[in-house]
């Protein structure tokens, strides 16, 4: 998420409503982060897409990997449960490939905290 805050007030002033990126893909969030051992990552999908969701540890292995299957566009979301990380961040990547095609359509990334 993306939001702009006041420097002197420290509040977020405003927040866009659409992707920087310009394609349509955006990420909406991970919740909870941090987490123990379940979360839920929230997207927007413009079109409708096959969808993958890994999770790497620090030294960039995957440590969880999920083939979500092809989703309507819109908002969607997807679950990490039962997830056995020592505490510490990790990265995360949803892939958004053409159903028809197999081309990458995007890829969102972000990061979240395990704590145990």
């Not at 997830?83 to 990458?104: A, C, H, I, K, Q």
Request: glycine share 12%; aromatic share 10%; charged share 20%.
């Amino acid at each position: 998420p993306w939001a702009y805050m006041d420097p002197l007030e420290n509040v977020v002033v405003g927040v866009p409503n659409s992707d920087l990126g310009g394609n349509g893909f955006m990420m909406l969030s991970a919740a909870p982060n941090p987490f123990r051992t379940a979360t839920t990552f929230r997207y927007r999908l413009p079109t409708a897409s096959a969808v993958r969701l890994e999770v790497f540890d620090p030294q960039g292995r995957v440590v969880h990997r999920r083939d979500l299957g092809v989703q309507s566009a819109g908002d969607q979301s997807a679950g990490v449960f039962g997830f056995r990380g020592n505490t510490g961040v990790y990265l995360y990547r949803l892939r958004m490939t053409d159903p028809s095609s197999g081309t990458e359509l995007a890829a969102l990334s972000g990061r979240v905290l395990v704590v145990k």
